[in-house]
């Protein structure tokens, strides 16, 4: 089955993926000084309407907006999509728009590459960022834009038959942010994490350079969490954390575990 973004748009995995790419992006912007050139190999449509039933009253319906918060990443996604008194009716970001908006933010020049194998999403894409490159088939390692990327994100629809092109995709990006769902194990009302994710969580913890932070959210369902696997500058691993942490803090969610593990080596280079 064909991936549903306007079922999933501000899901719990949009809570935290997207407050961590707003800290990606910021630091990454702030060590790039020309064109930011980012890449992204699943992109999806630049934002989808939040409709009645849809998995967002699982995820930002959760989240406690009226709070002070602390993280800047945090604030500024909550200010700048999460602002009406009611959510049912607004259109939530893609990762694309988030990235552009960063940019604009802070005026710095930006250079999309963005892959899609969704007809109706390159189109979606295309409007809206019609001076950028989208391409309507799969993203390949070996593609330029990915590999001078100052920021790659990663972040596919589903793993069963991704997984080594995911692998070989997180070697490349002087940052790098994936998204990676986390699944349960398969005994009914389980809350173990599936023996797949785990090896996935093993794999992912062992690359050069690759910081790692998994959350929890539930204790029950299919999809109990994600694993978000990033390589930045110091700061930027502190921002990201910072950021998914209180985003978990502040959502009603019946679990919330977060567990980091270090990159062996920070590889980050200053900027062009």
């Known amino acids: 089955m064909a991936y549903d973004h ?37 992109a999806g449509p630049a934002g989808s309407l939040l409709l009645p039933g849809g998995e967002w009253s699982s995820g930002i319906g959760k989240l406690n907006r009226s709070a002070q918060v602390e993280s800047v990443d945090v604030g500024r996604w909550i ?23 960063a940019a604009a933010e802070v005026r710095k020049p930006l250079a999309m590459s963005l892959w899609d194998i969704s ?9 809206v960022f019609p001076n950028h490159t989208v391409m309507h088939s799969s993203v390949d390692a070996s593609a330029e834009a990915i ?12 793993l069963a038959d991704q997984w080594e092109l995911v692998l070989s995709l997180m070697d490349h990006g002087r940052h790098m942010l994936a998204w990676l769902p986390v699944n349960a194990a398969v005994t009914p009302g389980s809350v173990k994490v599936s023996s797949v994710a785990e090896d996935q969580f093993r794999q992912v ?12 959210w539930a204790h029950g369902g299919r999809t109990i969490g994600c694993l978000l696997a990033y390589r930045s500058t110091t700061e930027g691993v502190a921002s990201i ?22 990159a062996d080596v920070e590889t980050v280079q200053p900027g062009r």
């Open 6 to 42: 306007r079922t999933k748009a501000g899901n719990q995995g949009d809570v935290v993926k997207h407050v961590a790419l707003l800290a990606a992006i910021r630091h990454a912007l702030n060590l790039t000084r020309s064109t930011l050139r980012y890449a992204d190999a699943y």
């Open 79 to 101: 200010r700048w999509y999460l602002a009406r008194p009611q959510l049912v009716g607004s259109r939530y970001p893609g990762s694309s728009l988030i990235v552009s908006d």
């Open 119 to 127: 007809a109706e999403v390159v189109a979606d894409l295309q409007q």
């Open 147 to 158: 590999r001078v990327a100052d920021l790659l994100f990663i972040d596919p629809p589903a």
């Open 205 to 216: 913890s062992a690359l050069p350079s690759v910081s790692c932070t998994r959350v929890l």
């Open 241 to 262: 954390r910072a950021a998914v942490e209180e985003v978990v803090s502040l959502c009603s969610w019946t679990r919330k575990e977060i567990e980091h593990i270090d």
